[in-house]
């Protein structure tokens, strides 16, 4: 007798009762559709390949605490008596000794981390001590203590928690505070070029450029998405309660202009969201995923399309396809460990090895350790595989930072990795300090200009007349000790 038919049978009681799987969300419906990611692997590193005692920070911020390049991977640390981040070169695993030298010149903890597109040896930072940080890294790692800054940029009344590079602007740096507050900072100058005040009523979760860095897009603690044009000093599109949970949530630009983010339901579920700036009345596509409390971290590759989505506290990194297609957001897999995570950083993809086809590579920190993950594609054949490696955003910039000021945009120029990424000789960053925010210098400089001439060619010639005078006092050292020598024989 069949199942459809004998005495007893569920489906006898209920007529809508179905034999199929259980029903899940549709991010996660087992749809069989054709993606090249659809068996992306992910795997952990061997301990010797991972950075043993580190000291990760314990501040209560929800930032990512990692920051990494093709050259240097960065971790916000514990430190007393201010606030200090780890460099290491990618090579330099293993156990880290406790007397490695840092970056150390903030007073306060540093909240956030973010390497220069443009320049490797480049990384600024933001602290709770309210100022922002810009540091040159020498070219093969610190050999010792780092407290200079290159510039320190002062204008927020606040923590700053959140700093990120203009992607094809050089210099061009903005960074958010708890002062509701957002600077776009000319670094070549060290001025803070464009205050948007008055546009967040509350803290600022996330802020985030587009492709060619014309808007920003930004998730606050009302609850509220803003996409903002920061030269016109104007929003552009808003959409209020875009996830109705009291949780922090995150937003980024996808590369065609679209606006990805993640928040938390008024059930307290985490949830994604794909909306149109041109029309945030309705998102394209919402999915709840579970009732976990850890705020969810994206990552976007917008070569890929793919959406690597970190939660803190999580042992898991789950990746989404976004293309054209309802439902647009395409559940592809997890990635699971026994750890949980404290913080990720994510290698741009001009750091990848594309013979082994790894399309992502995260640094997992842990309490005491970093742990690199590697996602890779597998293929049989050994050739480039230039589906998966279109052309990517190299390093060099598009425009300078006056151009972009002045309004012009730049696209990201594209680089090629058929040969692998080869890095290119990083120029030092140099600052032009503009005398109204140069406070070393007081508002009349300009005017004493020639007395300031005359006074540096006197110190030059004491410095002069001071080595001659060390000169000849060595010579008179050398002849009394040889006469010395001559009465004790």
Sequence with gaps: MS?????????????NFSLSPPHYPDMFRRVVRASKFRHVFGQALKNDQCYDDIRVSRVTWDSSFCAVNPKFVAIIIEASGGGAFLVLPLNKSGRIDKAYPTVCGHTGPVLDIDWCPHNDQVIASGSEDCTVMVWQIPENGLV??????????????????????HPTARNVLLSAGCDNLIIIWNVGTGEAMIQLEDMHPDVIFSACWNRNGSLICTACKDKTIRVIDPRKEEIVGEKEKAHEGARPMRAIFLSDGNVFTTGFSRMSERQLALWN????????????????????????????????LCGKGDSSIRYFEITDEAP?????STFTTKEPQRGMGYMPKRGLDVNKCEIARFYKLHERKCEPIIMTVPRKSD?????L???????DCAIEAEDWFEGKNGEPILISLKNGYVPGKNRDLKVVKKNILDNKLSKNTEKRGPKNEAKLDEV???????KDLVSSQEKRIIQLEEQMSKIAI
Excluded at 460 to 466: H, N, P, T
């Design 383 to 387: 050739l480039f595989q230039d589906d």
């Design 328 to 332: 647009f957001v395409h559940y592809l």
């Design 3 to 15: 199942a459809e038919c004998q005495p007893g049978c569920l489906t006898n009681l209920n007529p």
């Design 277 to 308: 700036p041109q029309a945030m009345d309705e998102a394209i596509s919402v999915h709840e995923m579970d009732t976990s409390n850890g705020v969810l971290l994206p990552f976007y590759d917008p070569d890929t399309n793919v959406v690597y």
């Design 389 to 395: 490696y279109p052309d990517t955003a190299g390093p």
């Design 144 to 165: 010792t203590g780092l407290s200079e800054p290159v510039v320190a940029l002062e204008g927020h009344s606040k923590r700053v928690g959140i700093i990120t590079w």
């Design 460 to 466: 030059l010639k004491e410095i002069k007349s001071l």
